[in-house]
């Protein structure tokens, strides 16, 4: 058993060596905490990069297009999903030099050996998740901007009891701006009654007719009763 454990922290010091500073997760730090004090922004970096799982797809209607008709009517772009599978370990370089609370103790250094460093990790990330943090994110491939950590997964067994593989599915957030605009007076409209914002015109109340129209039929009819009744 220890053997297993010592050789999963060598290939962990080993990756944290390849790939640290290369990825990141970064919370944006645009929320409160529960005292209603801004939240710092957090940047958590993995020591190893297992997986990296990109999904970019279109929302496309399922009804006929008329031809000549511009596509992008009926498609559209859906938010980017990101699924990462990360690893921690407390043997890693990182383990040793990081501390999420921005101590410089002595404490907040020993708190890092035996599980302190991964928890602390996890305990991050689902702050991230938990406060809704627009994240920032760097991959091997590309930049992710305005992501929401919408999964974290991990499990705990034997052999990584004193490491951490986590797995995080992330969406992507569409950010617009929005402006309201005003409608122009009546007398500037080419067709003010398809156009023109909605008018109060009081209280209406219904008149009665005296000698209202009579149709064709109720003429026709009303002389054939006429006739039936002598």
């Known amino acids: 058993m220890s053997e297993a454990i010592s050789a999963i922290g060598s290939a962990f010091g080993l990756a944290s060596l390849l790939f640290t500073g290369s990825r990141s997760i970064t919370g944006a730090g645009d929320v409160n905490d529960e005292n209603g004090n801004p939240v710092s922004p957090i940047t958590v970096i993995p020591d190893l990069a297992i997986r ?109 009891a004193y490491s951490m593989f986590v797995t995080c599915r992330c969406v992507e957030v569409f950010i617009v701006n929005t402006q309201t605009a005003s409608v122009g007076a009546l007398e500037n409209q080419k067709n003010p009654a398809d156009t023109a914002s909605v008018q109060k015109g009081g209280t209406r109340a219904l008149i009665p007719v005296a000698n209202p129209p009579q149709s064709l039929l109720s003429v026709v009819f009303g002389g054939v009763s006429g006739l039936a009744s002598r």
């Open 52 to 160: 990296e799982r990109h999904r970019d797809a279109l929302g496309i209607t399922a009804q006929p297009v008329q031809k000549g008709a511009a596509i992008t009517d009926h498609a559209y772009k859906l938010p980017a999903e990101l699924e990462l599978e990360y690893g921690w370990s407390n043997s890693s370089i990182q383990a040793l030099t990081s501390d999420f609370t921005d101590s410089t103790s002595i404490t907040g250094l020993m708190d890092n050996f035996g599980e302190g460093y991964v928890r602390q990790v996890y305990q991050t990330l689902l702050q991230l998740q938990e406060s809704r943090q627009l994240c920032t994110i760097v991959t091997g491939k590309r930049l992710y901007k305005n992501m929401l950590i919408a999964e974290v997964s991990t499990e705990t067994t034997a052999d990584t």
